[in-house]
């Protein structure tokens, strides 16, 4: 199983980014998908999830901000992050639990400073 994450980088106050993380050796359209993050020095907490039928949770800290969705076809995951805030500076990480077993991907860093 692999997740490749991509999209993070440096933005200002306000702005957008659009996070992607695509799986391989999953049968990617059955599995709910997660992403989560870590700030420097915090534990690494829930962003959201999506489920196989494109249910999706989305933590309190950024709900009315960001927005999971999936591609099946392209195996991919998106986190759309809008109105970005310093305090969303973390590593971003895609998750899928697969045969009982937590993978993730390698992080992605998302900078949000003017």
């Known amino acids: 199983v692999q997740l490749q994450a991509s999209g993070g980088g440096l933005v200002q106050p306000g702005e957008s980014l659009r996070l992607s993380c695509t799986a391989s050796?999953?049968?990617?359209?059955?599995?709910?998908m997660g992403w989560y993050r870590q700030a420097p020095g915090q534990q690494r907490e829930l962003v959201g999830t999506i489920t196989s039928g494109r249910t999706t949770t989305i933590s309190d800290s950024v709900k009315g901000r960001f927005t999971i969705s999936r591609d099946n076809v392209k195996r991919t995951v998106f986190l759309q992050m809008n109105s970005l805030k310093p305090e969303d500076t973390a590593v971003y990480y895609c998750?899928?639990?697969?045969?009982?077993?937590?993978?993730w991907g390698q992080g992605t860093l998302v900078t949000v400073s003017s």
């Open positions: 050796g999953i049968n990617f359209r059955i599995n709910t």
């Open positions: 998750h899928v639990r697969y045969h009982d077993y937590d993978f």
